[in-house]
Every structure is written in C-alpha cells, then in structure tokens.
C-alpha cells in the first residue's frame, strides 16, 4: 500500500521546501517531491531560484560589480590598480559553488526537520478514502532505465511547481545563441555584443552582468514606457542611471524575426517611429517574463483546472476549489517573487493546522538587483492618482548623505507617499545601492500601519544609509527633513 503523508508538497523551490518545513515544524508527516536535476545530472532541491535564479544571479552580479569597481571606481579612493584581467571560467565557478552550498543546505534542512525527498515528477492520480493519490516518476538520469513509479497518499496537498521562462514563438532558444535567463548564467565567454529582449528585471540583471563584464548591451522592450510598475521618478531615475552606464535600451519596438547563424543572431525590429532596424549580435537573452508549471500535474484527476494563462486558481488563503489541495507561489495571482512564495508556503501550512495567518500583500517588497538596486513596497504616486487618494510626498537624497558619499555610492534617492490625512505610510521608493535592505524598514513599517512621523521619530544610527529613509519620513510629515 502506498505510505501515507499528512502533507506533500509537489515542489522544492522557495515556496514548496518552506512550506515543507513549517509544516514538519508543526508536527506533520512530510514528503516533497521534487525532480529538478543540475548541470552535472544530479538531484537538487531550491527550484529555479536557488539553481537558475534569484541565487546564481545574484553571485554574478556581485562578481561583475566588483570587477567594475576595481577597473572604473577605485581611482577615486585613491587605490592604482594595474593589470586588471577577468577569469570567467572562476567566476562562473564561484557561483556553480553558491548554488551547491544553498542546495545543500535545503537537504540538511530536510534531513533535519524529517523530511521525505520523493525524486522525480509528481502528479495526481486520483483520490480516495479522503486522501489525495500521488505519482512519482523518476527518469532515473541520462543513460539510466525508468524506474517504476512510486505510489504515495496525502491527505494535504500543496502544489509550489514554480514558473518557466516565457519563449518568443518563432524564436527558438537553444541556450547557446539564444538564452533564457538559465543559459544567460552559464555563458563561457563575454559576448562583444549581447542583445537582450525585455526591459524587465531579468533583462536589465543580466544585461548589467554582462555590460560590466565588457559586453555591448543592446536591450529591446516592446513596452512604450521604462519600468512602468514602478513609480514615475523611480523611472527617471533609473533610465538616467542605467543609460548612463552604456546599457543601450530601446522603448516600444516592435519585433520582427530572428535569425541565428554560425556568426551570430540577426534580430529584425521596428522602433518607437516606425523605421525598420536590424540588431546583430553574437548572443541574444530573451526575458518577457515567466509561465506557471502546471502542465502534466494531473489536475483533472481531481476535478481541478488552471485559468486561461495556466495558472490555478486560489482564494486568498491559496485555497483551491478542491478541499486540502493549497497552491503557492508562481502558480497562483500576484507577482512572481520567491519571497512571496515562501510566505504563501508558511501561511498555507499554518491553516493546515488550524492557526490563522494571513498575507497583506501590498506589503510584499519588489527589488531589481541592478547597480544601483531599484526597491519598493506599497503604492506609487501613480496608482495613489488613479484611486483618487489624497497623499503627501517626501524625497530625500542619498547624494548628501554621509555614509553614501564614503562608500561611493550616492546615486538615487528615497520617496516616501503616506496619506494626507492619517500620515499612514502608503509606499515607499528606493533607488540606492542598499535599496534591498532598506526597503525591508519600509515593508515592517506598513506591516504595522505605521505614519511616517513615526519613521521620522525612531532613532537610526549615524552615519548609516537608513537615515535616508528616516529623512524622506520627515519629508512628508510637514516638510520638516532635518538634513535639507
């Protein structure tokens, strides 16, 4: 007979191997199924984020920050260096290695918390008896025969399958000529010249990974405005920034075919005036966003289906139509964010067990790890406009602040938006190279519903970053910033 779980989640990325935890913490029986493999054909936990995404990324553009410093900005500090060379190969190296110590980490985390790792694809097959059937199919590896598929029951489901890298049609992607955003980490030698198509956060991320490197930056966005979820002096900020560092983006283009050869990648667009255009380069990323995994799950078994773009639907507790069957993270509404993921995860285990947690999800932070980092949370002045909300506005600059001027980093600014009438803190804007860190104070802040009087009132350490946070608070509570 099959064993029986009190939980299994179908997924091991952020959102999936979480709720795993929360839920063993909470005394339940565990299993996760999971069937992603790396480079070298191993069994890996951590999803898309810990072996494609948001981790890898991350090590590269830390990687690509630092060889720009030491080649562009340690001058300033008065530091000569001569002879400056890239080791690519190393590079890469180091960031393979992140990966396998956060993987890692997700398999002691499992073994700690007891965790069953059921390996291969998992799909419903049915449900009986009040507990939901679940098929594993491993493929057992490249050159290996199939093993026979393993049976297991569940009495909670949660699905966490993740999303996809979203394809052009006509456009094939081989990940050598033509990338998705997981053979963008593995290029083994810096392009002369990088196309990129999608002006979104994996787009301008890896375009700045490369441009640093030495590449020429060409990025492609079919979208007539910059960034247009962000707030509008976000985007003017960030277009002057960006631009500034030699990242070439064309607005509202319109794409035409693409062409990959032994010498390179012919692309074929019109731009924002109509005129015909030709991009030659020799590698091309495509990034227009991400699809939800939910393909070959075996929904209809259960009398469950997804919506027209593929996602499942889920109340606002991821509850789907079907009792004790969950959905977190990339396969349910909202954004496309691993730390939303990981928040759904405990949520959904916590009312598993009965307690009763909830999301606030206008308090969920959005980061763009470019150089500086773009970070916000809440509402823009934009969207504050079209509702019809009466607001304050407060902006502080980083470029008179002590901290940022001796670290040399005193691009952007903080806005801070609260109501006009209760000072309630409605959102917050942060172009900064501490913009993820600082965006967290904010996102705490409205998690309390706190006014941005009281921002200005805590006290925050001198000389520190956070102090630009601090006086765009006093900004808009009566124009009384300290420091301007």
Known sequence: MPQTYDVVVIGAGPGGYIAAVR???????????EKWRNPKGERA??????NVGCIPSKALLGSSEEFEKVRHHLGEHGIAVEGVKLDLAKMLARKDAIVSKMTKGVEFLFRKNKIAWLKGHGRFVGAEDGAFRIEVLDDAGEGAAASAPQLVDAVNVIIATGSKARHLPGVPV???????????????????????????????????????????VTILEALPTFLGATDGGVQKEAWKLLTKQGLKIHLGVKLGAVHAGKRGVKVEWTDDKGAAQVLECDRLVVSVGRVPNTDGLGLESIGLSVDERGFIPVDDHCRTAVPNVWAVGDVVRGPMLAHKAEDEGVMVAELIAGQKPHIDYNCIPW?????????WVGRTEEQLKAEGRAYKAGQFPFSINGRALGVGAPEGFVKVLADAATDEVLGVHVVSAAASDLVAEAALAMEFKASAEDIGRVCHPHPSMSEVLREAALAATDKRALNM
Do not use: H
């Not at 839920?23 to 199924?33: D, E, H, S, Y």
């Not at 980061?367 to 970070?375: D, F, L, M, R």
């Open 45 to 50: 936990l951590g999803g898309t984020c810990l």
């Open 23 to 33: 839920a063993a913490q909470l005394g339940f029986k565990v299993a996760c199924v």
């Open 174 to 216: 081989d990940n050598q000529l033509v990338c998705d955003n997981e053979g963008a980490l593995a290029i083994p030698e810096v392009p002369k010249r990088l196309g990129v198509i999608g002006a979104g956060v994996i787009g301008l991320e890896l375009g700045s990974v490369w441009r640093r490197l030495g590449a020429e």
């Open 367 to 375: 980061v763009i790890y470019t150089s500086p980092e773009i970070a």
